[in-house]
């Protein structure tokens, strides 16, 4: 009980300074989830953005997310598209192109008051385009041997 009274003591001291810190990093509180991190030419990222740090009443003058996936080694979108925020939350998906070669990629999220207020990026998550897995082993006439090394 003790360790209970102390463990809600500490949460309720410390929680307004970590809001505090979010809304220095991130005003809106912009955040994306995606389906997962992997992902293969021609497949779909579908997604979820959420704005965390305003309450639903004050979600009004936020109305567009966009969302776009840079190649870091050009800095120039691969895709660039724009959703509706229905009450702070935003759903939809991006078709990833077939010729998108292998690599690592940022998925770039901002709300229509970055361009309004020339904020900095909003959201960033790193994701990983890879090449179709090789064609399963077929069953032959000599057994094969897989030796995989794990890290």
């Given at each position: 009980m003790r360790k209970t009274a102390l463990l809600l003591l500490t949460i309720l001291l410390y929680t307004p300074h970590i809001v505090a810190q979010n809304r220095d990093i991130n005003s809106t509180g912009l955040y994306i989830h995606t389906d997962k991190h992997i992902y293969t030419p021609?497949?779909?990222i579908w997604?979820?953005?959420?704005?965390?740090?305003?309450?639903?009443?004050?979600?009004l003058p936020y109305h567009?997310?966009?969302v776009a996936l840079?190649?870091?080694?050009t800095r120039k979108p691969v895709l660039?598209?724009?959703?509706?925020?229905?009450?702070?939350?935003a759903k939809g998906l991006l078709v990833l192109p077939d010729t998108l070669p292998p690599g690592d990629y940022a998925l770039v999220g901002?709300?229509?008051?970055?361009i309004a207020d020339n904020?900095?990026?909003?959201?960033?998550?790193?994701?990983?385009?890879?090449?179709?897995h090789q064609p399963?082993?077929?069953?032959?006439k000599h057994r094969r041997t897989l030796r995989a090394r794990l890290h």
């Open positions: 021609a497949e779909k997604f979820t953005g959420y704005l965390l740090n305003i309450r639903a009443t004050d979600t567009t997310l966009f840079i190649n870091p080694n660039n598209e724009r959703f509706a925020f229905d009450r702070g939350v901002y709300t229509n008051n970055y904020h900095e990026q909003e959201f960033q998550q790193w994701i990983s385009v890879r090449k179709p399963p082993l077929r069953p032959g």
